[in-house]
């Protein structure tokens, strides 16, 4: 027979068990609770730093684009199509000049930019062709050779994707400043973009 003093020993170490047990349950339980919402803090603190940045970069892209837009039109001075065409060669090779001036001092400012290229479709001239820079070390930009569009069928947009299917857009067009309004729709692309991704 159990003395009294034996069960209430017994009875009170099986209480302490339980109760230690029960505590580290909820201790266990409250402090994964914490790493959980701690992650999932990180990861949205992670994710708006993130978006914050590419609105960054969305928005020095689509300043640079609406000022480069700007600028072409007022060089071209509301030159249409059938003028282009017929465009002087030193007065084209000038214009060309001055845009890459205006590019080399927007790009050099604008957050993200690998690469920038203004090309003069061989319709409008055979001999002056346009610029193509590339910055793949991130120390300066460096001329690259121009395509040569005369190769390939500009009706075939399934090659030289980033000739033909602009070139496609425009032509509906009547005048360059179309391209224009195409490089503004680019921009407001980034801003439909930007919206998605909040």
């Not at 199509?81 to 001092?105: C, M, P, T, W, Y």
């Not at 390939?152 to 400043?177: E, G, H, Q």
């Amino acid at each position: 027979m159990t003395s009294i003093r034996t069960k209430i020993t017994a009875t009170t170490m099986f209480i302490v068990v339980l109760t230690m047990a029960a505590a580290t349950i909820f201790d266990v339980t409250a402090i994964r609770d914490i790493g959980t919402r701690s992650a999932e803090r990180r990861l949205e603190l992670l994710c708006e730093t993130g978006q914050k940045n590419l609105n960054h970069y969305f928005d020095s892209v689509e300043q640079s684009v609406e000022m480069l837009s700007a600028y072409i039109q007022s060089d071209l001075k509301g030159i249409d199509d059938n003028e282009l065409r017929g465009i002087d060669h030193n007065e084209l090779q000038a214009h060309l000049d001055r845009v890459s001036d205006i590019f080399k001092k927007l790009t050099y400012k604008t957050f993200g930019v690998l690469t920038y290229y203004y090309r003069i479709s061989p319709e409008v001239s055979k001999d002056v062709k346009g610029f193509w820079y590339v910055n793949l070390t991130g120390d300066k930009f460096e001329e690259h050779k121009v395509t040569d569009i005369s190769q390939y069928d500009v009706n075939d947009t399934s090659k030289l994707v980033w000739f033909t299917v602009p070139r496609t857009i425009l032509m509906c067009a009547s005048s360059p400043t179309t391209f224009l309004s195409t490089m503004k729709s680019a921009s407001s692309a980034s801003s439909a973009l930007r919206s998605t991704i909040r």
